[in-house]
RNA sequence: GCGCAGGUGACAGAGCGGUCAAUUGUACCAGACUGUAAAUCUGGCGCCUUAACGGCUACGAAGGUUCGAAUCCUUCCCUGCGCA
């Protein structure tokens, strides 16, 4: 159930709850902490209380390959996390991408204006999917195996998530227009796969909005998803070659997608995306850059993020933000600390890390939260991010 | 004092006549990471040059042999180990 409980007067930015029917509360805007093999990397149970998180996510792809034959008694996402709050399992969908022309095309989902520049450009070999308007083949360590709408479905209803998202093919920001436009056939055709084959009451659905970075195939997309009795939607798919291009998709989208239902933002979640999606009427969001930036040694804070395993962290007294409330900060531990737990190869240090980011994003989010139930949110937003990029 | 082994760029450690400004690792500097193929990847790292090109100075020191030396020879200095 999603109730909204204050909408904001300049921008579409709204406060909203999410209640699960197992009893999961989350106030929105969120994001979503990736889990992707029912586990924060580097963290435990206790360590998600710790840093405010609401919501994580999942992955049907991974815990299928991973689980094989145990997945018929398999205990479910919240024993599997030692935890209680809301989760989410993504259907797969994005692995057709990121496992198939992500590695052909040497891109991403936001892909670099020049592609070529970014020097790993793959072969045809290197995609490791094919797909058919019935579903997708992976080669997974030399074997062969099959994911499709009703078998993403069916799997991601013995994982037991919360929330669980359509099968949809991720196009690249390399592809054409007619090529997107193709994909997208599929993805409403497998859409409307999903919602006849879920079974279970006490999950709720969410549709997936593709079409790429180009207008129509976007706001067919948006329309034909929006008009689907989805509990809820996602944005996914590439979102352009920048950020503004990106932008323009949530605006082509949000204005198609029922109002009174909770809407995320896949796969996107740096500090600014977050300011630009809630102005858009985002409610969720979900990103590995917290986490995966953390073990790389990179923190976030409100003054902007930096590389903790550079010389000049060696031997520095300071925690990583004064101002910040995280375990990590609160508890003593300094800058030089983490220096040399991330040279001593310490796995600690990713864990370290890995708090400070997860509790920053969620702490934000609930800031951003704050600032709409104030009636201040746009101010907020333009405080913050001159704060942020100022160094 | 004798014997043996060595002295290479911040450190460790390759090279043992030309393709060596010198493999590699660490450190250092810079950058990347957006529904996790990722606790990872990329670039730089003697000096001058925006950079390429080019030039200059370099492999303990000084001489020497060679068209050419970090690489061979001589002497000296220094270090480690063993014996006195």
Redesign the pocket.
Known sequence: MFEIIKKDKLSRARVGTLTMPHGGVAQTPSYV?????AK???LGAEDLAATKTQMV???T??LWRTLGGKLDSYEGLHKALGWNGIV?T??????????GF??EH?V???A?MFPEA???K?KAE?N?VTITKDGAYFMDGGERCYLDAERSVAIQEKLGADII???????SPLHSPWYTFRALQRTHAWAKRCLTAKRRKDQMLYG?V?GGAFWLPRTLGARFIGSLPFDGF?I????GKS?SE?MKVLKWSMPHLPEEKPRHL?????V??LFDGVEHGIDT??????????????LWTLDG???V??????GAKEPIDPACGCPVCKGGRTKGEL?ER??A???????LA?LHNVYFFNDLMEKIRHSILEDRFVAFKKETLARITRK
């Open positions: 902490v990736v889990g992707t093999h924060v990397r580097t996510i999942s992955n792809y991974h989410m993504d259907s797969g969908g994005f692995q057709v991408f990121s496992l992500a590695r040497g991403g989902k936001i670099p970014n020097g790993k793959g290197d490791l998202l359509a099968f949809d093919e991720c196009t997936i593709q996602a996914g798919g590439s979102l950020r990106m896949l796969g996107i979640g740096k600014d995306d969001f979900d990103c590995v850059i917290p986490t995966r930036e953390a073990r790389h040694g990179c993020r930096f590389d395993k550079r010389g000049k962290n060696r220096y991330f040279h190869k310490d796995a600690e240090a990713g864990r890995t």
